[in-house]
């Protein structure tokens, strides 16, 4: 859809996100400059090598992890530097579930699985 064909803003919007991680052996780039729209009703799946940042990133979408920068914006309201309440209520209405790896998973028949944390 358009820009210009929105009547509402995007449920979930990230600009340019970046997730770093410090380890014995220096920074890991878990997420490079990411950005995404999401449209109220509709389902995004991140799909990747493993190692590629895809948990991360929705680990970031979920409210779980804040991005290292960028901005995250929820029904238009920046949420990268919320905290503790005003971040829930943010992420109440997220749900992450992870495909389990199988032999016999294919396309027409997916498996998945809720997250332990639900969000």
């Known amino acids: 859809m358009s820009a210009s064909a929105r009547t509402t803003a995007p449920i979930i919007e ?5 997730q770093i991680f410090p380890t014995k052996r220096g920074l890991v780039h878990a997420v490079n400059d ?3 729209t999401i449209e109220s009703g ?5 799909v990747g090598e493993s190692g590629s940042g895809k948990t991360t990133t929705a680990k970031m979408i979920a409210g779980l992890r804040p991005p290292t920068s960028g901005k995250m914006l929820y029904n238009g309201q920046d949420v990268t530097t919320l905290q503790g309440e005003r971040l829930a209520s943010s992420a109440a209405r ?3 579930s992870t495909r389990i790896p199988t032999p016999r998973s294919t396309p027409s028949a997916p498996s998945t699985r809720p997250s332990r944390r639900r969000c």
């Open 94 to 96: 997220c749900r992450l």
């Open 34 to 36: 990411v950005s995404l």
């Open 14 to 18: 990230l600009d340019h996100v970046n």
């Open 42 to 46: 509709s389902v995004l799946c991140l």
